[in-house]
């Protein structure tokens, strides 16, 4: 994505994780890592790595000073890092509703609202027709992406 919104030429240097990576971005060896905050923010806060931009559609109050990709110049380089719930398509509607009102309840808690914001989470929950809509949208735009990349299934 970043790639083709910027016309930067990048290498994937693929780790088996990103913890493994950092290694190899600290001593120089690879020039830069995308990660998910949570993963990355003890190496930000020790001064090990700077922070260029975050993919996310807002900038994250862990890191305020940090643009955005779009704040940056690359609106196509956005993408919203999430999890959904799921289940089976012919769940009857009822257990649906009731799961996510479950779900949203704890969401609400104030104790793990805390939690997730210290890793750099934002819980954002919503009704499943805007769980659906957010995938459609999102596989949407990577598969142009995908296809924009030239990549091949193998």
Known sequence: MLRISTGADLLHVPYKSAGLAYPDVISGRVSMVFDTLPSAIQHVHSGKVRP?????DKRSPLLP???TFAEAGF?????RF???????ANMPPAIVQKLNDALTRALAAPDLRE???LLG???????PQELADL????????AKTIKAAGIQRE
Do not use: C, Q
């Open 52 to 56: 260029i931009a975050v993919l996310s």
């Open 65 to 67: 000073d940090v643009p």
């Open 75 to 79: 609106p196509e380089a956005t993408l």
């Open 82 to 88: 999430w999890f959904g719930l799921h289940g089976p």
């Open 115 to 117: 939690r997730f914001s």
């Open 121 to 127: 989470a934002d819980p954002f929950p919503s009704s």
């Open 135 to 142: 995938t459609r949208s999102d596989v949407g735009k990577l």
